[in-house]
């Protein structure tokens, strides 16, 4: 079985920055695209960054130039670190994973993000 845990949400003050891990365990090895949504109180659930298996980075325009995807491979592990927070940067942000195997994607359990301002 693969698990994604996600760890690092919480609450800030605007202005304020957070860093969001997420880690896999189980059977995966070989991880191709890697990203984050976040879904807002009483909406949807967004694409907020992606990041390949080649490193390249896409950003929803609402968080460009403040929040910076990357990820360690050999620790089966994506990170989200998250500048100049906003009020309406308050969501659960979740992280996904593809396996390239199956063609599966993985998703993380969720963790609050809160930003007050």
């Known amino acids: 079985q693969v698990q994604l845990v996600e760890s690092g949400g919480g609450s800030v003050q605007a202005g304020g920055s957070l860093r969001l891990s997420c880690a896999a365990s189980g059977s995966i090895w070989t991880i191709n695209a890697m990203g984050w949504y976040r879904q807002p109180p009483g909406n949807q659930r967004e694409l907020v960054a992606t990041?390949?298996?080649?490193?390249?980075?896409n950003y929803a325009d609402s968080v460009k130039g403040r929040f910076t995807i990357s990820r360690d491979d050999a620790k089966r592990t994506v990170y989200l670190t998250m500048n100049s927070l906003k009020p309406e940067d308050t969501a659960i942000y979740y992280c996904?994973?593809?396996?390239?195997?199956?063609?599966?994607?993985?998703w993380g359990q969720g963790t609050q993000v809160t930003v007050s301002s």
């Open positions: 990041i390949t298996r080649g490193g390249t980075t």
């Open positions: 996904y994973m593809d396996r390239p195997s199956t063609g599966s994607r993985y």
